[in-house]
């Protein structure tokens, strides 16, 4: 863990070789440039433990957010990055008590951002139900699920009639439709239960949610308990009717636990990210059409995964899985591996691999990841137990730039 972050100058010789040098220890070597933040004054015991990108485009035009949660006293708050990779801690920080009876968030929490706004949701369980927390930079709006416990999946939606994605919600067998902020005040929330049609009595045990485009809308894609993977038309999610089936079924080939993903690469191509248990899973799946849903490359095993994100690099993408108790250098600190996307799939070796240069047993490095905009590109953001990494300049294990330095001035 970093336990210092400074600049030296190493005498006469440093200068003149070019002046001063960053020091060559924890994570600020030649193949990466990370900034560490530790958890800053806010109420949670356990500061970082998911994190999401937060403003897309801060309004000073530079830099970057993180949306950043705490357990032990459940908060949320933000770091604010500026054009040099500074961090700060603006006043955002929000008691999740006492805005939504919600005195714990649990170890995966659903956090969610939209990828048309600004805005992130994160859907809980409260004291009163699930709540769904959604809003940008502290401004939280409180929707209230009465009735019904733990949340098993979500995603945003772009549903049929409305004009912006909206937060969807799993729960066991039934979605809850994507009109969260349009319903009056007591209007009954429109849900649908999924079955599988060609066992219409089998009820499906919903793991993750996702979206492919379809046209000006998206149909959602359902991974459950048993591993298959169904595409289901967005009409289904604005009222259900008997009639409505999905579109498409795979079987996957393997049962995720609680707290998978779906991961939307564009309009039609997701990345599947599961465990169950110590097993991770992540593979490219590819939905171009309605009627189609097919397995595309091979698959790449990730012990101990629990988190999962696409960046974007130029034209290139990339997958950053996290694992938290992963061995590095023989602690059980936690690391971090990148595996590009290509047409043919997800290369089953990372490209990259990183972890705290100085790891510390239980630290938890990558229960969290996340590709944060900034400076106008994407860069890895890490979460560990009350730190926050963010890699500002990220080289490929071949010593080829992932991507360069993205700060200004540097």
């Known amino acids: ?57 801060p309004r000073s035009g530079d ?40 005195p714990n968030i649990g170890q995966q929490p659903l956090l969610l951002a939209d990828p048309g706004s600004d805005n992130t949701s994160l859907v809980v369980s409260s004291d009163n139900g699930i709540a769904i927390l959604f809003g940008a930079q502290g401004m939280l709006t409180v929707y209230q699920l009465f009735g019904v416990i733990t949340p098993d999946g979500g995603t945003y939606m772009l549903a049929p009639s409305q004009s912006a994605p909206q937060p969807l919600v799993a729960v066991a067998d039934t979605v809850y439709g994507a009109v969260l902020p349009m319903l009056p005040p007591g209007a009954a929330q429109p849900s649908c239960k999924l079955v599988d049609s060609a066992a219409p009595t089998t009820k499906l045990q919903v793991r993750a949610l996702g979206v492919v485009r379809n046209g000006a809308t998206d149909d959602v894609l359902v991974w459950e308990n048993g591993g298959k993977l169904y595409r289901f038309p967005g009409s289904v999610f604005n009222g259900c009717t008997p009639s409505q089936a999905q579109t498409a079924v795979v079987d996957t080939g393997f049962m995720p636990d609680a707290g998978s993903q779906i991961l939307s690469v564009d309009a039609t191509t997701v990345v599947l990210q599961g465990h169950r248990g110590d097993n991770g899973f992540l593979r490219v799946f590819s939905s171009p059409a309605a009627n189609t ?71 938890s490095f990558g229960r969290g990841v996340v590709a944060m905009p900034f400076n106008g590109t994407q860069v890895i953001a890490v979460a560990a137990d009350n730190e926050v990494f963010v890699y500002f300049r990220l080289n490929q294990a071949d010593g080829t730039p992932l991507y360069g330095e993205t700060r200004q001035g540097r």
């Open 1 to 57: 863990m970093r336990t210092m972050r400074t600049m030296i100058c190493l005498g006469l010789a440093a200068s003149l070789a070019g002046g001063c040098k960053w020091t060559d220890f924890d994570d600020l070597a030649d193949v990466t440039w990370v900034d560490s933040t530790e958890k800053p004054d806010v109420k949670s015991s356990d500061y970082g433990l998911a994190i999401q990108r937060g403003v897309r485009d």
């Open 293 to 363: 849903l097919t397995a595309v490359g091979d698959t790449a095993m990730v012990p101990k995964l629990r988190s999962a994100a696409i960046l974007e690099v130029a034209s290139a993408r990339y997958v950053v899985a996290g694992a938290p108790t992963a061995l590095a250098k023989g602690k059980a600190a936690g690391q971090v591996q990148v595996f590009k996307i290509s047409g043919t799939g997800l290369g089953t070796l990372p490209v990259a691999t990183l972890s705290d240069a100085q790891p510390d047993n239980n630290q």
């Open 63 to 102: 830099g970057g957010r993180l949306v950043v949660l705490g357990a032990g006293t459940a908060t949320y708050s933000e770091l604010i990055y500026s054009n040099q990779g500074e961090s700060s801690f603006p006043p955002t920080e929000v008691s999740l008590v006492s805005k939504a009876n919600i």
